[in-house]
């Protein structure tokens, strides 16, 4: 088993809808029901890894570009809130959905912190973990921007 990413544009809300939200989505703007793709919308997923693979990689991700480990942020969320990437940290591979304008926000830290943490990359893994970490690193880019247009970025 492994954690899959679905990253949907331009949804709808629909009766019998072929996407669910849930109550209390902490990082979706949507009212929890039923919703599907509208017209003009697009889909990207992609396999996160393993769901231990996947905690490995948001790991990383935290220790390149904050210097902690991600326990830390956990710890103290108002200390960290809007920080770069914190949105994808601070959030369990079994949360559920992270909204558009939540996705927005991701997509550009994924865009403006791709070179820096790149270069700190180099430095610290090895080639196949960097080439790794990247192939996800870009995999998320691409769902964000796909799920910043009106749409959601799913964990399943």
């Not at 905690?55 to 770069?84: F, T, V, Y």
């Not at 939540?102 to 997509?107: A, D, E, I, N, T």
């Not at 070179?115 to 880019?141: G, P, R």
């Amino acid at each position: 088993m492994g954690l899959d990413i679905l990253a949907v544009s331009r949804i709808v809300k629909k009766e019998d809808g072929d996407i669910l939200i849930g109550e209390n989505e902490s990082r979706c703007e949507y009212k929890a029901g039923e919703y599907s793709p509208g017209q003009g919308s697009t889909s990207n997923s992609f396999r996160a890894g393993s769901y231990s693979g996947y905690n490995a990689w948001r790991a990383k991700l935290c220790k390149l570009m904050h210097g902690i480990q991600p326990e830390e942020m956990w710890a103290d969320p108002n200390r960290w809130s809007g920080a770069a990437f914190q949105e994808v940290i601070d959030f369990s591979d079994c949360e559920g959905v992270i909204g558009a304008r939540v996705s927005k926000k991701l997509y550009t830290d994924f865009k403006k912190h791709r070179s820096q943490l790149y270069q700190k990359a180099i430095e610290l893994f090895s080639q196949d973990d960097v080439a790794h970490f990247f192939a996800v690193y870009d995999d998320f880019t691409t769902a964000f921007k796909i799920s910043a247009d009106r749409g959601l970025l799913i964990f399943c």
